[in-house]
């Protein structure tokens, strides 16, 4: 299928593909969302679902020896936008790629960070200020025109 130029042969895939989607959509709604997740990436230049940045975020060590993410979804979703910042921007990324970046970006930059910004100590500096600088150094990543696809190289994913 994957060589056949005729039409009529991908009119009959794409019947049998809506028809095992239908099935699955009714049937097994979690099998379903799992394969829409699976072709999203066709649209994002950096795509991760929800469970996917999760698991990659657990794994983070930060400069201060604590394990996984330094803001959760909710707290980095809800502060993004007061700060000025889009969660998502099509074709760039989506909203779990920059949370992942984000967290990464601190774990491994928050003290060099405050250090820039002129304070002595990571935990001197305001929370909305370095939540600011991460998601700004998370942005210029994930759109960075040499690495179109920062997260599925750098992620393996």
């Known amino acids: 299928m994957k060589q056949s130029k005729s039409v009529e042969n991908m009119q009959v895939f794409g019947r049998a593909d809506n028809y095992f989607f239908d099935w699955h959509a009714e049937n097994n709604p979690s099998m379903a969302k799992k394969w829409l997740e699976m072709l999203e990436p066709v649209v994002w230049n950096n795509y991760l679902t929800a469970d996917q940045a999760q698991e ?63 304070y002595q100590t990571v935990d001197e500096v305001p929370p909305e200020k370095m939540a600011l600088s991460m998601y700004k150094k998370a942005v210029e990543s994930l759109k960075d025109v040499d690495r179109s696809h920062y997260i599925q190289n750098y992620y393996h994913v």
């Open 56 to 118: 990659l975020a657990a794994q983070i060590v930060n400069q201060d020896g604590t394990k996984g993410p330094h803001w959760s979804m909710e707290t980095f979703f809800s502060v993004v936008p007061k700060l000025g910042g889009s969660i998502e921007d099509e074709p760039y990324y989506n909203r779990y790629a920059l949370w992942l970046v984000a967290n990464a970006h601190y774990s491994d930059f928050a003290k060099s960070t405050s250090e820039d910004m002129g």
